[in-house]
């Protein structure tokens, strides 16, 4: 019998996978906030803060390492004044993507953040471009990343939180082409220079500016982004894609037959070609990969 011997180097790597790949996505969608995350303290479920302590643990073993928040659709409808403060005053609006149901705004920028501390993740926050404002935004990153003596910071210290977050992740926009405002890509390209202009690096925070990137095949959106983002206002691109095989109906996660199971995963196995063709339109613009520019990141939404 032949013998035969292995060597392993553990030390011989031939690349590296970011852990930011395995981040996660929350918005306010049937339970995922309330009631998932969030149950308050009065809660008879056991929670820190309001937040379950089974899903910070479960967070924790699975070492999560970035939370998107408020959403999706949702993040381009939410104005975060209306999520701090004390909670019987804040406003309550009606959740118009999801349901229709009335939400209490008791889940807000200031329990999202401590939901990151809890969890041990970086926090990502997405902005409202649709239908909110450049000074709403800049207010927000000011409200929650400055230290220096302003009306915003004196608010937050006044809410109960005296030091600033640090934020990475601020994506500006969200599905623009769609429920984030129905725009063309050469429009949306302008309003996203208008707002990141005035997204301000404060108190030592630096922030990672994240573009609406296309729905799945549409490379023409890719190609604009690319054509008139300049590297030095924007560092990724985001690429939304949904496996579902008969988008937009809603199939069951657990009552699905052979076919319908073979289909999802074709459906997920064509990420792949959507971002190697995305990543070669945008190496056409930086072949190099020099600078933290779009070219070095593709998020993937699923």
Known sequence: MKKISMVINADDRLGHISPEIYGHFSEHLGRCIYNGIYVGENSPIPNTDGIRNDIIEALRNIKAPVFRWPGGCFAEEYHWQDGIGEKSLRRKIVNTNWGGVTEDNSFGTHEFMRFCELVGCKPYINGNVGSGSVRELSEWIEYMTSDAESPLTEQRKKN???????????????????????????????????????????????????????????????????????????????????????????????????ELYYKTIAAANFSDELITRHSEIMNRYDPEKKNRTCNRRVGLLA
């Not at 309003?191 to 023409?220: E, H, M, P, W």
């Open 160 to 258: 109960g939180r005296a030091e600033p977050w640090k934020l990475e992740y601020l994506g500006i926009g969200n599905e623009n082409w769609g429920c984030g405002g129905n725009m063309r890509p050469e429009y949306y390209a302008d309003v996203y220079k208008r707002y990141q202009t005035f997204c301000r690096n404060y108190s030592g925070n630096r922030l990672y500016r994240i573009a609406c990137g296309s729905s799945s095949a549409d490379y023409n959106w890719t190609e604009v982004m690319m054509k008139n983002l300049e590297s030095n206002n924007v560092d990724a691109i985001d690429l939304h894609y949904y496996t579902m095989p008969v988008w937009p109906e809603m199939e069951s996660a657990t009552d699905f037959d052979d």
